[in-house]
């Protein structure tokens, strides 16, 4: 891999425009990204800006909203204190029943106020808006009694949260002194303040920002907030630093921060309530802060990735089609030179010629056959070159031809043999003629071949093939009648023998009867297995060569075979003679059964037939046999190599000068079908085949 980027690089290098394109493409990419770096940096600074100016601003509103919300439960307390103070109020005691209908009718019309209450100057509960209000409850442990019993100087005061004894619930309380005639103190309003309502009213006005909100007290004390944090009620979740800077500040003062923690940063507002002790914080996290950065940045991040990996993907196909362009160039000079050399090496004479009849290319095999040097033929008329090496009538069909290849298609080739004249003696020349089209020109290449040496060649293989052709039909010859001699000895004299053997064992079993009964046994015994040899000697006698064949002719002998196979394999055989009958023992004969033998075997072992159809007919002076059956077939191509049987078939009709064909298919049965001529000639060429082996 190393080498082959090596290779590459360098073959970049060596190409100035790959180079070119490979520079600017990386200025290209350089430059966008960064430039797209550069602006989602600034996109980045910009959604921190306004994700710090919205926490601000959601902390203004917040506040604003905590005031007022606070100004209405003080309002409202400040009323019912001024009815409890007045002189009407005075008449009542603290526990009595106008009072309790007091506070709950103004209780009822704040949604904000769970409930409100009085506490009795020694700290005990003693009416409420609550109907399951405890009665002389001490509360003298709560901070909103002690801060008026030890002498707090505010008019009102927010305590922090704290669990309600009645139902066990979250709250702070906001709580009034209440005064007699004398200024002494009587008792103290107090309002239990639903932190529902305020996580709710968060809730709402930052819903559709992910920041937290949180309502402290001037000590840091967590009031309530979004999300509700039941864990922090009640504790100091802010530093003393950072109130202590808004304590001294006006109503309303922001004060921005951030902290840093494992998890990220954290930019923080605090506001300060007007009027209230209390703090408003708002914070948000830098990752919340930055999902629509995210959410903007990831399609042009995409955008911008896919822009530079087609750029890229540009560049790159440019630079391999550049440095292909170069190899192709560089491949075409040196195929260029290297069909100049392929050209020139060839033996045969290439000779190619313009629309003007000029010759452009004149080869060494050229300069070979016609004698001439390239230099001078270069340019010179084709029709002068053709003058000097044929005779006055050849020259004349010879531009003839070539006026046919000049007019001809183009690409379309035309052949002709000719004669051409060298130092006098005419030689055969094949000549090819073929026409192109180059730059709108019409070009005609002549391809001339010497046909001496391969004519020469071919009437010596002619003359072989003659040759072998005799000795394989004398051969065949020798090998049928040496059959036919080994037939005859087995069948005579192997025979005489055994019958001779046979008639001895039962003259002497005959003796033997009734004397020793094991011994006439054994004499049985032997008296059988020489009936089987003797059947064994006529089945190999007549597998090497029917004497009926010989004897009494085809029809008998094929009649007599087909018999002994259908017997043997139990195949239903129909076999059709002629009234004509062939010379007994004649070649024709021989082959002709021998062919209806060999196919009868490769039925009974290969096709799985269940009939044959055999017709022997002369028709036309032609002896024709045809076998056909119903078995599986098979493919005649793949027995082409294989079929030594298909092969010692055709060759024993091919020596009587006729043909055998197959026609197969698999599944649709075989024809084998043979034709031999009837003459004369045939039988005569069979008896000089023999007298040639016997000579």
């Known amino acids: 891999m190393l080498n082959r980027l090596r290779g590459l690089l360098e073959a970049v290098r060596h190409n100035a425009s790959a180079s070119a394109v490979l520079m600017l493409a990386a200025v290209m990419i350089l430059a966008t990204a960064a430039t797209s770096s550069f602006l989602l940096a600034d996109l980045r600074q910009q959604e921190l800006r306004a994700a710090r100016g919205q926490i601000a601003s959601l902390s203004r509103i917040l506040a604003e909203q905590t005031a007022r919300t606070f100004e209405g439960v003080t309002l409202t307390m400040r009323g019912t204190r001024e009815r409890i103070s007045d002189d009407i109020g005075r008449n009542f005691e603290l526990d009595s029943f106008p009072i309790h209908l007091l506070l709950k009718a103004r209780a009822d019309s704040l949604p904000q106020v769970r409930s409100l209450f009085v506490i009795s100057s020694d700290g005990y509960g003693v009416n409420s808006s609550r109907a399951d209000f405890i009665r002389d409850l001490s509360v ?9 019993a030890e002498g707090g100087t505010s008019d009102q005061f927010i305590s922090p949260p704290e669990q309600a004894r009645i139902d066990g619930l979250w709250t702070y309380y906001l709580s009034m002194r209440l005064l007699d005639a004398q200024g002494k103190l009587r008792g103290i309003l107090v309002a239990s303040i639903s932190i529902d309502h305020f996580e709710s009213l968060y809730n709402d006005i930052a819903l559709d920002f992910g920041a937290r909100v949180r309502l402290l007290n001037e000590n840091g004390i967590l009031l309530t907030g979004k999300p509700h944090d039941e864990n922090s009620l009640g504790k100091r979740v802010a530093t003393d630093g950072v109130l202590a800077g808004l304590q001294q500040k006006p109503a309303g003062t922001l004060l921005e921060t951030s902290e840093e923690s494992a998890a990220g940063t954290t ?10 002790p209390l703090v408003i914080a708002v914070n948000i996290d830098q990752e919340r802060a930055l999902a629509n950065w995210r959410r903007i940045s990831r399609p042009i991040i995409v955008g911008v990735t896919g822009g530079l990996l087609f750029i ?7 630079v391999r089609n550049l440095l292909r362009k170069g190899a192709l160039e560089a491949a075409l000079k040196a195929s260029d030179e290297q069909l100049r050399h392929l050209v020139q090496s060839v033996e045969d004479a290439i000779v190619i010629v313009d629309s003007a009849k000029k010759i452009v290319l004149f080869n060494h095999g050229a300069e070979t056959m016609f004698s001439l040097h390239a230099e001078q033929a270069i340019g010179a008329d084709v029709e002068q070159l053709l003058l000097h090496c044929q005779c006055q009538p050849q020259s004349a069909s010879l531009l003839d031809y070539l006026e046919q290849g000049w007019r001809a298609e183009a690409g379309l080739a035309l052949m002709a043999s000719v004669e051409l004249l060298r130092n006098g003696e005419a030689f055969p020349v094949e000549m090819s003629l073929s026409t192109t089209t180059f730059h709108g020109e019409i070009l005609l290449t002549a391809i001339f071949r ?3 040496e391969r004519q020469r060649a071919e009437r010596a293989l002619l003359e072989s093939n003659r040759q072998l052709h005799q000795l394989s039909a004398a051969l065949e010859n020798v090998r049928e009648e040496e059959r036919s001699r080994i037939s005859r000895e087995i069948h005579d004299e192997l025979g005489q023998f055994l019958t001779g053997i046979r008639m001895e064992v039962s003259w002497l079993s005959s003796r033997q009867a009734g004397k020793n009964d094991e011994l006439a046994g054994r004499l049985g015994s032997i008296k059988g297995q020489i009936d089987q040899t003797i059947s064994a000697v006529r089945r190999i006698s007549s597998e090497l060569r029917p004497l009926v064949l010989d004897d009494l002719g085809l029809a008998a002998a094929a009649s007599w075979y087909v018999d002994q196979v259908a017997a043997r394999t139990g195949l239903a055989i129909t076999l059709t003679l002629p009234d004509d009958e062939l010379p007994q023992g004649s070649p024709i004969a021989t082959a002709l ?6 196919s009868l075997t490769n039925i009974t072992r290969h096709a799985q037939a269940s009939h044959v159809q055999i017709d022997l007919r002369l028709a036309d002076d032609r002896w024709i046999l045809s076998i056909r059956d119903n078995g599986c077939g098979f493919q005649l191509a793949e027995q082409s ?3 030594i049987g298909l092969i010692g078939m055709r060759e024993r009709v091919q020596i009587l000068h006729g043909t055998l064909s197959i026609v197969t298919t698999p599944g649709g049965g075989t024809l084998v079908e043979a034709t031999v001529p009837f003459e004369k000639k045939t039988e005569d060429d069979n008896a000089k085949n023999r007298g040639v082996v016997s000579g």
Request: charged letters at 25%.
């Open 593 to 598: 059964f021998r062919v209806l033998q060999e």
């Open 641 to 643: 190599h294989s079929g």
């Open 450 to 452: 010497d046909l001496t």
């Open 267 to 276: 930019y923080l507002a605090f506001r300060k309530v007007a009027d209230y």
């Open 140 to 148: 003298k442990e709560r901070s909103f009694y002690r801060y008026f």
């Open 312 to 318: 890229l993907t540009i560049t790159l196909l440019m």
